[in-house]
C-alpha cells in the first residue's frame, strides 16, 4: 500500500485559515486521497476526499498537487472544535479496500 | 438513523476470558470493519467484511474472531483475553467507494 507522511503536529490560532500538509509520493492512479480527522474520545469522521481536483464541501478544501505526490487540507477558519488529529490516507479504488491508518497531524487550536 | 452502534462502551476482562465486541449499522452499508487504536497511535485494521458470509482479515487479526451473517451487523470475538488487547475497538461501515462511518468506539481494558 502507498504511504503517507504528515508532521506529528501543528498548531493554528483560532479564526485562521490552517494547512494541513501530506505527502504521498508512491501513489498509484487509481487511489483517491481521503481525509479523515478525530476529535478527542470520538471514532473518525469523514472530511473530505479526492482523486486529481481540488475538491470543497462544507468542512474543508483539499488542494492537490499536480503530480498528485502530496496533497493539501484546508480550514478555512479554524475553530477549536477542529481541534484533533487528521488522518491522510490513500485508498485504492479496489471494492473492498479497506482505510489504513497512519499516525495522522495532532492540530491544536488556540484561542 | 442510528448511525453504526458500538457496544458495549467500556469492558473490564480478566486475562483468559472471552467476549464479544457489538457493532450494528442501520444504513445498509456493503462494508463493515474492525479497528483497534493504542494509546498515541493510528488505527489498526483487525478483520473486515464485504458483504453478509464474507469477511477477511487485516492487519492485526491475531486472537479474534469475526462473522457476517447479517448485513447489518458485524460482532468481533475475543477468544482468549491478553493484556495485549488493551485497546479501543471502533467499527466501521461503508459502501462501495463512499466514506467510511465510525462508532464511537469500545475502550477495553483486560487485566
Known amino acids: 500500500d502507498a504511504k503517507t507522511t504528515q508532521p506529528n503536529s501543528m498548531e493554528s490560532n483560532e479564526e485562521e485559515p490552517v494547512h494541513l500538509p501530506c505527502n504521498h509520493s508512491?501513489?498509484?492512479?487509481?487511489?483517491?486521497i481521503h481525509w479523515y480527522r478525530q476529535l478527542p474520545s470520538q471514532g473518525p469522521e469523514y472530511v473530505i476526499h479526492g482523486l486529481t481536483s481540488n475538491v470543497n464541501n462544507r468542512m474543508a478544501s483539499l488542494a492537490i498537487a499536480e503530480d498528485r505526490k502530496s496533497s493539501t487540507l484546508i480550514l478555512h477558519r479554524a475553530t477549536l472544535r477542529d481541534a484533533a488529529v487528521y488522518y491522510c490516507i490513500l485508498r485504492p479504488t479496489n471494492a473492498g479496500n479497506m482505510l489504513t491508518f497512519g499516525g495522522g497531524t495532532r492540530l491544536m487550536v488556540k484561542p | 438513523n442510528a448511525g453504526v452502534t458500538q457496544t458495549p462502551k467500556f469492558q473490564v476482562l480478566k486475562t483468559g476470558q472471552s467476549m464479544t465486541l457489538q457493532c450494528a449499522q442501520d444504513?445498509?452499508?456493503?462494508?463493515m470493519s474492525w479497528y483497534r487504536q493504542d494509546p498515541g497511535m493510528g488505527l489498526r485494521l483487525i478483520h473486515y467484511?464485504?458483504?453478509?458470509?464474507?469477511?477477511d482479515q487485516g492487519e492485526v487479526p491475531n486472537g479474534y474472531n469475526v462473522s457476517r451473517s447479517t448485513t447489518e451487523d458485524f460482532p468481533l470475538r475475543l477468544l482468549s483475553a491478553a493484556p495485549s488487547q488493551t485497546s479501543v475497538y471502533f467499527c466501521?461501515?461503508?459502501?462501495?467507494?463512499?466514506?467510511?462511518?465510525f462508532g464511537q468506539g469500545t475502550r477495553l481494558t483486560v487485566v
Open positions: 508512491t501513489i498509484s492512479g487509481t487511489d483517491y
Open positions: 466501521a461501515s461503508r459502501m462501495s467507494g463512499t466514506e467510511a462511518f
Open positions: 444504513m445498509n452499508h456493503e462494508y
Open positions: 467484511s464485504v458483504g453478509a458470509g464474507i469477511t
